[in-house]
């Protein structure tokens, strides 16, 4: 069985809007198939979560070849966790994952809960807000560049920086940034988080970069460059996935007053609505995986070398694992969804992405009960790995 796909209108209105239908039609046709370009489309769940947890399986740097070898983002971002096969990946990942997730369990309760009462002052005399940029976009920013130890005078400028790293993860991203952009932001996030480290280094304090230049495992410690690249990495994914959690996952409860007023009145079922809206609208709808050996998956030859792409928001939409899977069940379970990835590479940071989830839905319907939607449809930002509404205007129904 080998099926040949045509190509997806990936940069049209109509799938940036609501990918959902397309990746229906080519999932009723077949789970995995090949597209005329020649890298294999993964639709279905079950081909998908067999991928993520194949043995044969390695990353796939599809933004590396397109930069130079020496360029500043090439050398910033060539150990990211996401970017390394083992026994790299295992070992940085083991260490970054020992100071990052105790920091996590000890600071992260407390930063979040000062960063939404900030919030709530800010709102105190708004009847209206734009939801992505005025809480979506500084909630996990400020929560990130906390736990990580950015200095508040340096939040500014490191978020500027970190924000053009987007172009290595998402090849179908519209940048707004020119190359000599890209390479001036990764170099000077390069050169401030050396100094920051030196500095943590001599001075430690209750943050990531501190635990991660005095903390040992079994011995073993980062290397300063291993240190900071992945340190922009944590920097990148600690925000720009939670905002769309948040965004995607507001948009989808204020969409059909029903589910708000579920929320409201059932607070506690919140950890469970997150997981729905995780799964319903994801934030990662895409990665992308490399086959190291020929291998057979879903009765398809794949020959080593072949690019894999995978679609999580279809897995995730996929009726052979979700009853009515167009629909949003916010008290849905159990919900396997493949939203944080699964295998090796899951993410890092489920915990912390969940707690943020969680405590910015409570603190919403609380305050917010009469909550509602400006714009019945807002738009999307253009991408594909990373699904986004651009804004979310909203009445806060007071
Ligand atoms: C709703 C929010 C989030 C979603 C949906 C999400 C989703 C994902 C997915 C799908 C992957 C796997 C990608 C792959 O296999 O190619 C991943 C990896 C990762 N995520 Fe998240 N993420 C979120 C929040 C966060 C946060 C808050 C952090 C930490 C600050 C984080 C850190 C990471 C890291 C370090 C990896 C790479 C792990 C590895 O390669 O071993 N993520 N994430």
Redo the contacts with the bound molecule.
């Keep these: 069985m080998h099926t040949i796909f045509p190509n997806w209108p990936i940069q049209s209105p109509q799938f940036i809007n609501d990918p959902y239908p397309f990746y229906r039609e080519r999932r009723e046709i077949s789970p995995i198939g090949q597209t005329r370009a020649g890298p294999w489309c993964l639709t279905g769940y079950d081909v998908i979560e067999k991928v ?1 947890r194949h043995p044969d399986i390695g ?1 796939h740097k599809a933004q590396h070849g397109l930069v130079d070898e020496n360029s500043s983002i090439r050398h910033l971002s060539e150990r ?5 096969d083992p026994p790299v ?1 295992t070992r ?2 083991r260490l ?1 994952g020992q100071s ?1 997730h105790r920091l ?1 369990k000890e600071e992260a309760k407390s930063i979040i809960t000062e960063v939404l009462d900030n919030l709530l002052t800010e709102f105190e005399n708004k009847r209206e807000i734009e939801f992505i940029n005025e809480f979506a976009y500084p909630l ?1 920013l400020y ?2 560049l906390k ?1 990580i130890g950015v200095p508040a005078e340096d939040w500014a400028r490191v978020t500027e920086w970190v924000k053009p790293l987007a172009v290595m993860i998402d090849p179908y991203v519209s940048t707004p940034y020119s190359f000599e952009q890209i390479e001036t932001a990764a170099s000077s996030l390069n050169d401030y988080l050396t100094l920051l480290t030196d500095n943590k280094r001599k001075q430690p304090s209750q943050d990531v970069i501190s635990h991660l230049t005095h903390d040992k495992n079994n011995g073993d410690q980062l290397s300063t460059e291993d240190l900071i690249s ?1 340190i922009s ?3 990148f ?3 720009e ?2 905002v ?2 948040l965004g995607n996952g507001l948009y989808a409860a204020l969409k059909d007053q029903t589910h708000w007023k579920y929320l409201v009145h059932s607070p506690e079922k919140i950890p469970l609505a997150v997981e729905e809206l ?1 799964r319903y609208d ?3 709808q895409l ?3 490399r086959a190291l050996k020929d291998i057979k998956i879903g009765g398809c030859a794949i020959s080593a070398g072949s690019e894999l792409r ?1 679609f ?1 928001g279809a897995a995730n939409r996929d009726p052979d694992h979700f009853e009515n899977p167009e629909q949003l069940m916010l008290d849905r379970s159990p919900n396997p969804h ?13 915990t ?3 707690l ?2 969680k405590m910015a839905f409570e603190m919403l319907v609380q305050n917010f009960p009469k909550m509602e939607l400006i714009e019945s449809a807002p738009p999307r930002k253009i991408g594909l790995n990373l699904r986004g509404l651009a804004r979310l205007p909203l009445s806060l129904g007071r």
């Design positions: 993520l990353v990211w966790v996401i970017f390394c990946h940085i990942r970054v990052f996590v996990p929560v990130i736990l992945n990495f944590l920097l994914a600690g925000h996935t939670t769309n959690l995780l994801s934030p990662i990665t992308i995986k995978l999580l493949l939203a944080f990835g699964k295998g090796d590479h899951s993410c890092m940071g489920t912390l992405a969940r943020e989830g």
